[in-house]
């Protein structure tokens, strides 16, 4: 070491320390991140526990990806190298041209990673950038391990494009979920227990994309619910299927029974149909099953026998049945619903009545309703009385068949007989017109004489021998005339040819 610089360098030290570009710079230095730090720690003081873990979270993401952006630096740092020599032995190309294959290869393979890491910010999928971001750092690694001498160098090339790679698409998943946590329900996900029973989770997962609104929870007991209605369902088929057996094939079915009673069990297990409340619901729906084909067929021209099922649904309450007179209301405003009486009365009818009407009362509307032939039978066939009386036809052909048996007690108990049943088609009364109303008024005897109204009738109809002017009242003056030697009244120009 030469001591004679010692004395210029001691100076030139001092004069350093000494001068104000230094000091400041060291007050820059120094006081900067101290007052960084400490605004630092009073904004997360300020913070909740909630704020400060996603800030903490947030900080440490960032300090993820700068440290991928240098890894993905160095490995393409690390791959140029190799894909400059396939420029150069491969392609011919002389420098600065062999960084091509570098820029064709690897700086495409960082847009499309960008272009994928953007989509995941938002929650999507990668994509075809994603893709074409796999696709061209494998090319990458495979054009640089080719240059290699050994199979040994040819790893070592191959590895940090892949690194790289891989390192990006670990920050891309984490976006993705992030992502997804922020927008998507967590009550709607299904845990991986539930694939211990694949079956009800594709079912639940099912009812989940059918029905938005619907937690995990809330569509697990809804397919529970149906399954057990459904279990009921089969168990009571089963149980019709061995009572319409016969004896050498009975022992099958009942065998179907057993195993239909075991299945529905467990479904009711699993359903907790011990609590009333899902019992109920249970057997609402199996009422739906058992007795969809009847309600399929029910009558739809009125809205009276939709309310009559409806009250008869579990869990409904029934609507208040109309007494007096309803019967005829009702199968009043039902003929008058429709415009095609055969249609009409081909159709049949299962009107509210026929679930709120007694025996005793259809019987007193057959007595009040239904005109009767001089024998005693019904003079309106099964149809028609079914309308009139508002019950359905089952019901109606019912007590039709059986008149014999209850119609004269029925008589006899609600008194009168109704008159028999016209037997051809009623026709209007005449139309009077005004030769009707001359020649009943020509005819008629004219009877003792009457003062006359002088309040309505002028003064010269009082004098004697005006019976022209009494005939030839207002309405009729304008039409006919007095018959010459009468006092019938004639049309005008009758008698002229």
């Not at 008024?441 to 002017?469: I, K, M, V």
Request: hydrophobic share 45%; charged share 25%.
């Amino acid at each position: 070491m030469n001591l004679d610089l010692l004395p210029g360098t001691t100076l030139t030290l001092a004069e350093l320390l000494t001068s104000w570009q230094f000091v400041v710079g060291t007050v820059v230095l120094t006081l900067g991140p101290a007052l960084a730090l400490r605004r630092r720690r009073a904004v997360h003081a300020a913070l909740d526990e909630q704020q400060r873990s996603a800030a903490l979270e947030l900080r440490g993401r960032r300090v993820e990806d700068r440290l991928t952006l240098v890894i993905a630096a160095a490995a393409a740092a690390l791959s140029a190298t190799g894909l400059r020599r396939v420029g150069r032995h491969q392609m011919g190309l002389a420098d600065p041209f062999d960084l091509l294959p570098f820029i064709a290869l690897d700086i495409a393979a960082m847009v499309c990673g960008r272009r994928a890491r953007r989509r995941a910010r938002t929650g999507q999928g990668p994509g075809l950038s994603g893709i074409l971001f796999w696709v061209l750092a494998g090319t990458s690694s495979l054009f640089s391990a080719a240059e290699a001498a050994s199979p040994l160098g040819a790893a070592v090339r191959a590895v940090w494009p892949i690194l790289a790679a891989v390192l990006w698409e670990l920050g891309s998943l984490e976006e993705r979920r992030a992502a997804h946590s922020n927008r998507a329900r967590p009550d709607r996900r299904l845990a991986l227990t539930r694939l211990l029973h694949p079956v009800e989770a594709v079912r639940v997962a099912l009812l989940l994309a059918a029905r938005q609104e619907l937690t995990q929870e809330e569509a697990t007991a809804e397919v529970r619910i149906s399954r057990a209605a459904y279990r009921w369902y089969r168990l009571r088929r089963a149980q019709d299927a061995v009572r319409k057996a016969s004896r050498p094939t009975r022992w099958a079915f009942r065998l179907l029974e057993v195993r239909a009673d075991g299945r529905a069990q467990n479904a009711s297990e699993r359903a907790r149909c011990a609590d009333p409340a899902v019992l109920e619901q249970v057997v609402s729906r199996l009422q739906l099953r058992v007795r969809q084909t009847e309600w399929a067929g029910m009558n739809l021209r009125s809205a009276a026998a939709f309310e009559a099922m409806r009250g008869t649904l579990i869990g409904f309450t029934a609507p208040v049945p109309a007494r007096a007179g309803s019967a005829h209301t009702t199968s009043s405003a039902s003929a008058g619903a429709s415009g095609n009486p055969q249609v009409e009365a081909g159709m049949d009818s299962a009107d509210s009545t026929s679930d709120v009407l007694t025996d005793a009362e259809v019987e007193e509307s057959f007595v009040r309703l239904i005109p009767r032939h001089r024998d005693g039978k019904l003079a309106y066939g099964i149809n028609k009385c079914a309308r009139i009386i508002g019950i359905g036809t089952p019901r109606a052909r019912k007590f039709h068949t059986s008149q014999s048996e209850w119609l004269p007690a029925a008589v006899a108990r609600h008194g009168g007989t109704m008159p028999p049943a016209p037997t051809g088609p009623a026709t209007p009364p005449p139309r009077e017109t005004h030769v009707d109303q001359v020649l009943a008024l020509a005819n008629a005897d004219a009877g003792p004489p009457t003062e006359p109204d002088h309040r309505d009738q002028p003064r010269e109809s009082a004098a004697p021998g005006n019976r022209t002017d009494e005939l030839l009242r207002p309405g009729l003056a304008a039409a006919y005339q007095p018959l010459p030697g009468s006092q019938l009244l004639v049309p005008i120009g009758a008698g002229r040819l």
